[in-house]
């Protein structure tokens, strides 16, 4: 179930849990409102890789952004 929060700049993404990783980490989707996804790998150490990522529903090369350290530590802590 998507869960939306508000990172520092003042945006709002939306975070949905995609699977459980063999290595006790997980995979998220992360929505930002202007249309950019992110998918992650976030292992139990707070370590993320990015898997791939879209604009607007098509694959992109994006740059993660500053606040993506701020979505990743609070799901760590979840």
Do not use: C
């Amino acid at each position: 179930m998507p869960d939306t929060m508000e990172v520092y700049t003042g945006i709002e993404v939306t975070v949905e849990h995609v699977s459980t990783l063999a290595n006790g980490g997980a995979r998220f989707n992360i929505t930002a409102e202007d249309g950019r996804k992110w998918q992650i790998d976030l292992t139990r150490g707070g370590e993320t890789e990015v898997v791939t990522t879209w604009r607007d529903g098509t694959l992109a090369d994006l740059d993660v952004p500053e606040w993506l350290d701020d979505v990743t530590a609070r799901l760590v802590q979840q």
